[in-house]
T-cell receptor
Framework: DAKTTQPNSMESNEEEPVHLPCNHS???????IHWYRQLPSQGPEYVIH???SNVNNRMASLAIAEDRKSSTLILHRATLRDAAVYYC???????????FGKGTHLIIQP | DAGITQSPRHKVTETGTPVTLRCHQT?????MYWYRQDPGHGLRLIHY???????DKGEVSDGYSVSRSKTEDFLLTLESATSSQTSVYFC????????????FGQGTRLTVV
């Protein structure tokens, strides 16, 4: 799987939007962009995924650059419960699972 | 709940003993995975399964074996536990990881003393 680069940590205030960046300059045309998050003492949790177009769901939005070399996960109104490690993962097919990097540790200040 | 459970949730065992962790799903998903998570390493894939009796090795498979005799159960065995296998183990399932959602269990904290 192609590599992703994320900031180690980010801090935001409660009730404000959060933009989590991810760079994936070596992405191939068939790679899907997945985002997962892991709350303290829990297993990873799916957030959103996309291929080329921007995507929205009840948890977040995913903005994908036109050249697909970067993407941004957007939490529209952060809550304290959104404090977690967020992982940006490229998935290019096959059965061999998701490759997790170090992710971004998101800190939410009240 | 996503229909995936791990047992036991916590276990302490002695070096050299065999240990089996169980992952059980009720969703009839084809793919199942075992990961371990350690400070400084993140989540690493141990073994995965793409069907009954179909399994393959992941990034850190040495010292581990798996079995999947039924769709719903994926067992991870530490043949002879070592202190380096002290970790948190996560099981996951999915219909298809290329474009779909993966569901993770709550984890098993294993301590080898």
């Amino acid at each position: 799987d192609a590599k992703t680069t994320q900031p180690n940590s980010m801090e935001s205030n409660e009730e404000e939007p959060v933009h989590l960046p991810c760079n994936h300059s070596t992405i191939s045309g068939t790679d899907y962009i997945h985002w997962y998050r892991q709350l303290p003492s829990q297993g990873p949790e799916y957030v959103i995924h996309g291929l080329t177009s921007n995507v929205n769901n009840r948890m977040a939005s995913l903005a994908i650059a036109e050249d697909r070399k970067s993407s941004t996960l957007i939490l529209h109104r952060a809550t304290l419960r959104d404090a977690a490690v967020y992982y940006c993962i490229l998935r290019g097919g096959g059965a061999d699972g998701l490759t997790f990097g170090k992710g971004t540790h998101l800190i939410i200040q009240p | 709940d996503a229909g995936i459970t791990q047992s036991p949730r916590h276990k302490v065992t002695e070096t050299g003993t065999p240990v089996t962790l169980r992952c059980h799903q009720t969703e009839n998903h084809r793919y199942m995975y075992w990961y371990r998570q350690d400070p400084g390493h993140g989540l690493r894939l141990i073994h995965y399964s793409y069907g009954v009796k179909d399994t393959d090795k992941g990034e850190v498979s040495d010292g581990y074996s798996v079995s999947r005799s039924k769709t719903e159960d994926f067992l991870l065995t530490l043949e002879s536990a070592t202190s380096s296998q002290t970790s948190v183990y996560f099981c996951a399932m999915g219909r298809e990881f290329l474009s779909g959602e993966a569901f993770f269990g709550q984890g098993t904290r294993l301590t080898v003393v």
